[in-house]
């Protein structure tokens, strides 16, 4: 059980990390980050983690399902420690020496990870985490400069895609791993929870990409679009099972799934007027 511990340090030590920031700051813009950080996070592990392999978690919280429990220690560092010190460095406006100093740290802690046998890798190598963190910090700190100056082009869209992506990828894959409501079966890799969750990314990519496309939609009556998101949500998920893709294990899992997809796209619609009428701070500053 000691391999869960130093997991549920991690996860401890992120969120109060994260609740100093928002005790700090007090405003909206940190949360909106830390959303958007998380889902760039998503978005990078769909590729070299989901479909790549690059290496394996061992937190011990699940011992039913082994990917599982690999996907729920992924998950602690792409949803709490990587984006919430990503968002540190953002919202204190954190020189690059604080930059390299906190890559140096997660590539400390990634060391000593492998020592502990709780984490390893498989073509992966320590050299690229300690490459790789400081782009990813540093792009925390330029889609915070976007927060701050709400816009309704590219870079308006590229944060919605990215705080909607970060809610329907947890909203979607987490009710599978803890109660194995359904299972994915494409054929792509011979672990079925692989399978399954290396789908589920691909889903919550395209339907995150969904619901921003929709918020550019303007009817006179604004629940046809919620009507026809569930609608579809309903068609898509039999069609999968009609394929011989999707297997719906409990009772309540497409109701789930229908449900969500309405509640997503509201929270969308919410969240893209928001970012659109928070106010211009001159970057540098400091809001409260």
């Not at 409501?181 to 969904?210: K, Q, T």
């Not at 619901?211 to 998101?229: A, D, E, G, P, V």
């Not at 309405?262 to 893209?272: F, P, R, V």
């Amino acid at each position: 059980m000691h391999n869960s511990y130093w997991y549920y340090a991690l996860l401890v030590l992120s969120i109060s990390l994260f609740s100093f920031i928002l005790f700090k700051k007090r405003n909206t813009q940190s949360l909106y980050l830390l959303l958007t950080n998380i889902g760039g996070a998503f978005l990078i592990e769909t590729v070299i983690y989901n479909f790549l392999a690059c290496y394996n978690y061992n937190p011990n919280f699940i011992k039913a399902n082994e990917f599982y429990d690999n996907n729920l220690g992924a998950f602690v560092s792409n949803a709490f420690a990587l984006p919430v010190v990503a968002t540190l460095i953002a919202v204190f406006h954190l020189n690059w020496i604080w930059i390299i100093f906190f890559s140096g740290l997660f590539v400390g802690i990634e060391w000593l990870f492998l020592k502990l046998h709780i984490y390893s890798h498989n073509w992966w190598r320590l050299a690229y985490t300690g490459l790789g963190l400081p782009f990813y910090f540093a792009m925390a700190k330029i889609y915070y400069h976007w927060i701050l100056r709400p816009s309704k082009g590219f870079q308006h869209y590229w944060i919605l895609y990215l705080i909607t992506g970060s809610l329907s990828a947890s909203a979607h894959v987490l009710p599978i791993i803890f109660f194995s409501n359904r299972i994915y079966s494409p054929g792509w890799f011979e672990n079925p929870g692989r399978d399954s969750i290396a789908l589920g990314a691909i889903f919550y990519l395209c339907d995150s990409l969904y619901y921003c496309l929709l918020t550019k939609l303007s009817l006179k009556r604004n629940w046809i679009k919620y009507i026809f998101t569930g609608f579809l949500m309903y068609v898509v998920n039999l069609m999968l099972i009609n394929a011989g893709i999707l297997r719906s294990l409990v009772w309540w899992d497409i109701p789930y799934y229908v449900g969500l997809s309405i509640l997503l796209l509201m929270l969308t619609e919410i969240i893209d007027k928001r970012l659109s009428q928070l106010p211009k701070i001159p970057f540098g500053y400091s809001s409260s």
